[in-house]
């Protein structure tokens, strides 16, 4: 292990961030900088005095510089063993001077795929010697410092100047790891945009890089560590959001806040949606948010207590008087007025996540959750049904109204854990089931928690999946529904329509289940 002062670094960055600051710092140190062309032209127009790679190597860039750094003489210098007697009479064999040092972060692929940019110009920004330099010092870390990131850029130099010079083994070995961290979401990247280009939703191998964002106090529950990380999609939602105040979020808040926030997505009219352990608790929407929270907060008020509340419009002062009568953990919206921001100030431990936008409910992407010793992956459910995908079954037809309160039970239904049951009446729930191991239960206790509050007399109900027998359709009509949206399918379909005609509700069938586990 290296115990001599870092004498020479080769700098090849894109991201120029700090670099001179950072390269003045190496020079304090007496270290010789090494660099490639765009970085050495920075480095010399600040002064500093730089060898450019094709002058230490002996050989030119070429191919565009698709070829610079690729030479025995700078992979020979960074992985040397310096305690290995074979491999210093190589280095002086062939007059490879030792490189110390690495700081090298990659060509923008990521950036330059967001952009949009075109499929050569891609491949153009997919960066080879980077990370095989990366990779080469990061292995011979016990001798070689790699610094990919301009952020770690302070505390080497806090390192060097608490060690003469030197870097500790316990910081390169930090760096190290940082480093193969790095090169792997890179080429996850890069994989992932292959696989879209060629059309594969399954490809043999799958690979999802992540950030961490913030380590939490503890998971779900107290004894549980946790973290957040970004994947780096740009989805508006909690990951992507800016906290304007209130306490750290918890693993539970961003979890409920999320589910929160893809619920209200759904609804074109403004809308509120509040949640409680990841359940929506309360949804409404109408003309205007302030005529949505009443219905929406009536529909269960007392689960609503210490909930999660998610809008689809800007977030005004007279819904924020309205929020501050209730103790609340989250408010996610997509933007906030400033006389808002006022109210809900005084209510300091409040989280307020304004994300700026709001999430595409028929955007398709990838999901899934771990497994022991696996990963169970899906696309997102991103199922819309319009009143023309449905067929009516019964021998009533659906009001108007009943029509209307249907399509916005069914988006509900959606989003609450399977058994689902949802009764809703002028565009608002007035009674959520969720959770159960019977249809038959989820549909009697949404009622009896409405009967504390608006009651379902003369709503409409949506289950997230067949009935499988009328007991659970019958347990919806005796709560008061007039009218069912629900998948059909069952092989007792006919013996559940027949009941619905007895009743004398009408029933549609969306073809389509939701199932939320």
């Known amino acids: 292990m290296t115990d001599t002062p870092i004498a020479r670094a080769l700098i090849s960055v894109s991201d120029k961030t700090g670099l001179v600051e950072f390269a003045t710092e190496l020079a304090r140190h007496k270290v010789r900088l090494l660099s490639t062309g765009g970085s050495a032209k920075v480095l010399k127009e600040a002064g500093l005095a730089v060898t450019e790679v094709s002058d230490h190597t002996g050989f030119p860039e070429i191919m565009d510089g698709r070829v610079k750094t690729l030479h025995p003489t700078i992979h020979g210098g960074i992985l040397a063993n310096r305690e290995n007697e074979k491999h210093r009479m190589a280095m002086e064999s062939h007059d490879i001077a030792p490189i110390d040092m690495v700081v090298v972060n990659l060509y923008p692929f990521v950036e330059t795929l967001a952009s949009g940019a075109d499929y050569d110009t891609c491949i153009e920004n997919i960066d080879i010697g980077g990370p095989a330099m990366i990779r080469a010092a990061a292995k011979n870390h016990s001798y070689v410092t790699v610094v990919t990131d301009p952020g770690e850029y302070a505390s080497v130099i806090k390192d060097m100047d608490e060690n003469e010079g030197q870097t500790s083994q316990k910081l390169r070995q930090f760096l190290a790891r940082e480093a193969y961290a790095r090169t792997s979401a890179y080429d996850s990247a890069i994989s992932n945009w292959l696989t879209a280009e060629q059309g594969q939703t399954w490809p043999k191998r799958f690979t999802q890089a992540g950030r961490r964002q913030q380590i939490l106090r503890y998971g779900e529950n107290p004894h549980q560590e946790a973290a957040l990380y970004s994947t780096g999609t740009k989805r508006p939602g909690v990951v992507t959001a800016e906290q304007i105040q209130g306490k750290e979020l918890s693993f539970n808040n961003i979890n409920d806040a999320d589910a929160a926030f893809e619920l209200v997505s759904e609804f074109d009219k403004p809308a509120i949606v509040i949640v409680k352990h990841a359940n929506p608790c309360g949804v409404a929407q109408a003309d205007s948010l302030i005529d949505a929270w009443q219905p929406a907060l009536d529909c269960d008020p007392v689960s609503a207590f210490g909930g999660i509340v998610a809008l689809n419009r800007c977030l005004e002062a007279d819904l924020a008087e309205k929020l501050t009568e209730l103790f609340l953990e989250v408010i996610i919206t997509p933007e906030i007025s400033d006389d808002a921001k006022a109210i ?18 028929a955007e398709q992407s990838m999901t899934w959750r771990t497994l022991s010793g696996g990963i169970l992956a899906q696309n997102r459910d991103n199922g819309v049904i319009r009143r023309e995908d449905c067929k009516v079954v019964t021998k009533r037809e659906p009001t108007e109204q009943e029509w209307e309160d249907m399509l916005f039970a069914w988006k509900v239904a959606k989003h609450v854990k399977s058994n689902a049951i949802v009764y809703c009446r002028e565009q608002s729930t007035v009674g959520i089931g969720a959770g159960q191991m019977s249809r038959v239960d ?76």
């Open 442 to 517: 989820s549909a009697q206790i949404a009622a009896s928690k409405s009967e504390k509050h608006k009651g379902t007399a003369g709503s409409v109900v949506a289950s997230d999946a067949f009935f499988p027998f009328a007991d659970g359709l019958m347990a919806a009509v005796s709560a008061g529904a007039t009218a069912a949206i629900q998948p059909g399918g069952s092989i007792r379909d006919d013996e559940v329509i027949a009941a619905a005609d007895e009743a004398g509700i009408a029933m549609v069938y969306t073809n389509m289940r939701h199932f939320r586990h």
């Open 344 to 361: 809900l100030a005084d209510k300091k431990n409040v989280r307020v996540l304004v994300t700026g936008a709001m999430p595409d409910p």
